[in-house]
């Protein structure tokens, strides 16, 4: 089974940027089509961005043009390069393969404040 860890979230002015890293204990996450998502308290967990094994994105509309993902395969990582953050960014985000396969791990917390 893979362990993902997730980490870099923190809190973050409006308009501010965080970048998120995720690890995955395995290589074999590396064939996979992995994603970022996130929960906000009392909703849903949703998705926020997916990439390929070959490195195709796409990006979720509320967060577009704002939000990039990208994936190191010989480090086995996928990152969240979030800028021009919004109050509504605010939620435990998480990483895992889309479709979900794996175990959800610990997630990392951003929030969005002044």
């Known amino acids: 089974q893979v362990q993902l860890v997730e980490s870099g979230g923190g809190l973050v002015q409006p308009g501010g940027s965080l970048r998120l890293t995720c690890v995955g204990s395995?290589?074999?996450?590396?064939?996979?089509?992995m994603a970022w998502y996130r929960q906000a308290p009392g909703k849903q967990r949703e998705l926020v961005a997916t990439?390929?094994?070959?490195?195709?994105?796409n990006i979720g509309d509320s967060v577009k043009g704002r939000f990039t993902i990208s994936r190191d395969n010989a480090k086995n990582t996928v990152s969240l390069q979030m800028n021009i953050v919004k109050p509504e960014d605010t939620a435990a985000y998480y990483c895992?393969?889309?479709?979900?396969?794996?175990?959800w791990g610990q997630g990392t917390q951003v929030t969005v404040s002044s």
């Open positions: 990439i390929t094994p070959d490195g195709r994105s």
């Open positions: 895992n393969t889309h479709p979900v396969f794996y175990s």
């Open positions: 395995k290589s074999s996450s590396r064939a996979s089509t």
